[in-house]
């Protein structure tokens, strides 16, 4: 546990469930199967797991109990983690890698039969079955989101994007460091800066794209305008960027003036639907079609061949599923706490998409070992400016990140998900593509 994770102070320590009744470690029992890989304690005095053990769980109040009860799996957890209720020692919040990597490769859990169960529920009492209210940080199921609007239209498209990347400005210059780039970064070797490897990632896709003196580049879902800024400072490039967050189009459009860019560079806060309809040299999307819904693939590729010339070059940068047969949608958590209406497809479907919508795929390459890189370098920001960050955005947002980042970061090294890099031409009906016979960028 860090030290700047304090545990939630209790006037009392109640025992789990009646008088008499099962324990935060009977609980444990129950429901996981063979030698816990973690030291489990809790509120009521109770442990279990072995004493020694590097990594360990602490359930610190009735509540945190309750969230892990009522919602079975990474939501429960997460909301008893994110509300402080359970406490992971061994790990700074920051960058709880170590703590997931051992609970993943250790902990095997077990439906308990009805009998068990039913007596577990009585001993505990029927009002430990009771949902406690989940943190501020989570947003509300996809069913109630109909408020805003049906699945990805425009106004809740909107939404989506502030619950995301909204969060503070401030909180992400000290995650993400000076390139405020908040996508996959491109390592030459483990060794790089993570300054040195967004810069690679923009050279990279600068390459792909052929990019040079005067040609013109829409770069959508642009962020903090780290691949506008780039494209116009080191290639001459007259580059626009539309991005749905406010605050991300204010910060890089005064970015973009502290370096005198602004005869090169604007980013304009737009929905990508809307960006100018002339044809561009170049498109760059980088992270923008995991917020798009699989469904809506063929408009939106079909909207940035629309802004192509002909031979012009789209670079889709994407995370993608490992298959095609995964679901598409994530995992509780990261619906609820990350990004909300997100979803991932295999790398397959983004190829057949981009193909169907009339561009001809060039080249493809796998990225997924340099995201693991990435996360690992935003986990280390973190936690070198915890204290900083939990000032400017609260302990449990600063929870939520620690723990999406650094289990993002297990499911690249375990192949569960993948960065792809698709490059297509806008090929003409002779078959001119504008495209090399072979690549002439350097990886």
Same mark, same amino acid.
């Given at each position: 546990?860090?030290? &700047?994770? #304090?545990?939630?102070?209790?006037?009392?320590?109640?025992?789990?469930?009646?008088?008499?009744?099962? &324990?935060?470690?009977?609980?444990? %029992?129950?429901?996981?199967?063979?030698?816990?890989?973690?030291?489990? &304690?809790?509120?009521?005095?109770?442990?279990?797991?072995?004493?020694?053990?590097?990594?360990? @769980?602490?359930?610190? +109040?009735?509540?945190?109990?309750?969230?892990?009860?009522?919602?079975?799996?990474?939501?429960?957890?997460?909301?008893?983690?994110?509300?402080?209720?359970?406490?992971?020692?061994?790990?700074?919040?920051?960058?709880?890698?170590?703590?997931?990597?051992?609970?993943?490769?250790?902990?095997?859990?077990?439906?308990?039969?009805?009998?068990?169960?039913?007596?577990?529920? #009585?001993?505990?009492?029927?009002?430990?079955?009771?949902?406690?209210?989940?943190?501020?940080?989570?947003?509300?199921?996809?069913?109630? %989101?109909?408020?805003?609007?049906?699945?990805?239209?425009?106004?809740?498209?909107?939404?989506? $994007?502030?619950?995301?990347?909204?969060?503070?400005?401030?909180?992400?210059?000290?995650?993400?460091?000076?390139?405020?780039?908040? +996508?996959?970064?491109?390592?030459?070797?483990?060794?790089?800066?993570?300054?040195?490897?967004?810069?690679?990632?923009?050279?990279?896709?600068?390459?792909?794209?052929? @990019?040079?003196?005067?040609? %013109?580049? @829409?770069?959508?879902?642009?962020?903090?305008?780290?691949?506008?800024?780039?494209?116009?400072?080191?290639?001459?490039?007259?580059?626009?960027?539309?991005?749905?967050?406010? !605050?991300?189009?204010?910060?890089?459009? !005064?970015?973009?003036? #502290?370096?005198?860019?602004?005869?090169?560079?604007?980013?304009?806060?737009?929905?990508?639907?809307?960006?100018?309809?002339?044809?561009?040299?170049?498109?760059?999307?980088?992270?923008? +079609?995991?917020?798009?819904?699989?469904?809506?693939?063929?408009?939106?590729? !079909?909207?940035?061949?629309?802004?192509?010339?002909?031979?012009?070059?789209?670079? /889709?940068?994407? $995370?993608?599923?490992?298959?095609?047969?995964?679901? /598409?949608?994530?995992?509780?958590?990261?619906?609820?706490?990350?990004?909300?209406?997100?979803?991932?497809?295999?790398?397959?479907?983004?190829?057949?998409?981009?193909?169907?919508?009339?561009?001809?795929?060039?080249?493809?390459? /796998?990225?997924?070992?340099?995201?693991?890189? &990435?996360?690992?370098?935003?986990?280390? /920001?973190?936690?070198?400016?915890?204290? !900083?960050?939990?000032?400017?955005?609260?302990?449990?947002?600063?929870?939520?990140?620690?723990?999406?980042?650094?289990?993002? %970061?297990?499911?690249?090294?375990?192949?569960?998900?993948?960065?792809?890099?698709?490059?297509?031409?806008?090929?003409?009906?002779?078959?001119?593509?504008?495209?090399?016979?072979?690549?002439?960028? +350097?990886?």
């Amino acid at each position: 546990m860090s030290v &700047t994770d #304090r545990e939630p102070q209790q006037a009392a320590r109640p025992p789990a469930g009646r008088r008499g009744g099962p &324990t935060v470690a009977d609980v444990f %029992r129950v429901v996981t199967d063979g030698a816990l890989p973690v030291r489990v &304690t809790a509120y009521d005095g109770s442990a279990i797991g072995p004493a020694d053990a590097g990594i360990g @769980l602490h359930v610190a +109040t009735a509540r945190g109990l309750s969230y892990l009860l009522t919602a079975p799996g990474d939501l429960g957890m997460a909301r008893a983690y994110v509300s402080g209720d359970l406490v992971l020692r061994g790990v700074h919040p920051g960058d709880p890698y170590e703590a997931l990597r051992v609970l993943k490769d250790g902990l095997r859990l077990r439906m308990p039969a009805v009998g068990e169960a039913l007596a577990m529920a #009585r001993g505990l009492g029927w009002e430990r079955l009771r949902p406690p209210p989940p943190p501020p940080q989570e947003a509300v199921p996809r069913w109630r %989101r109909a408020v805003s609007g049906l699945t990805h239209s425009r106004a809740r498209d909107r939404t989506a $994007i502030h619950h995301h990347y909204d969060v503070s400005n401030a909180f992400y210059e000290l995650v993400l460091g000076p390139s405020m780039t908040y +996508t996959c970064a491109v390592y030459r070797d483990p060794g790089d800066t993570l300054e040195q490897a967004q810069a690679a990632k923009y050279d990279l896709v600068a390459g792909k794209l052929g @990019l040079t003196a005067g040609m %013109r580049l @829409l770069d959508v879902g642009c962020g903090w305008g780290g691949m506008v800024r780039h494209a116009a400072r080191e290639y001459g490039v007259k580059a626009l960027g539309v991005t749905l967050s406010r !605050a991300q189009a204010e910060w890089a459009q !005064a970015a973009i003036e #502290r370096e005198g860019l602004g005869e090169l560079a604007e980013v304009r806060h737009m929905d990508y639907r809307d960006a100018p309809a002339r044809h561009f040299d170049a498109v760059s999307s980088i992270g923008l +079609t995991e917020h798009i819904g699989v469904a809506n693939y063929p408009a939106y590729f !079909a909207a940035l061949r629309d802004r192509l010339r002909p031979g012009g070059r789209l670079l /889709n940068h994407c $995370i993608t599923r490992a298959d095609n047969r995964m679901p /598409n949608r994530p995992g509780h958590f990261i619906e609820r706490y990350v990004f909300p209406d997100g979803e991932l497809a295999g790398p397959g479907r983004v190829v057949s998409e981009v193909h169907d919508a009339g561009l001809e795929v060039q080249h493809e390459e /796998n990225l997924r070992r340099h995201y693991a890189y &990435t996360l690992a370098a935003w986990c280390d /920001n973190l936690v070198r400016h915890w204290d !900083a960050c939990i000032a400017e955005v609260g302990p449990g947002t600063a929870r939520v990140w620690g723990l999406y980042m650094a289990g993002s %970061r297990l499911s690249f090294e375990r192949n569960a998900i993948q960065l792809h890099q698709v490059l297509a031409t806008r090929t003409g009906p002779d078959g001119d593509a504008g495209f090399p016979l072979r690549p002439d960028w +350097t990886a």
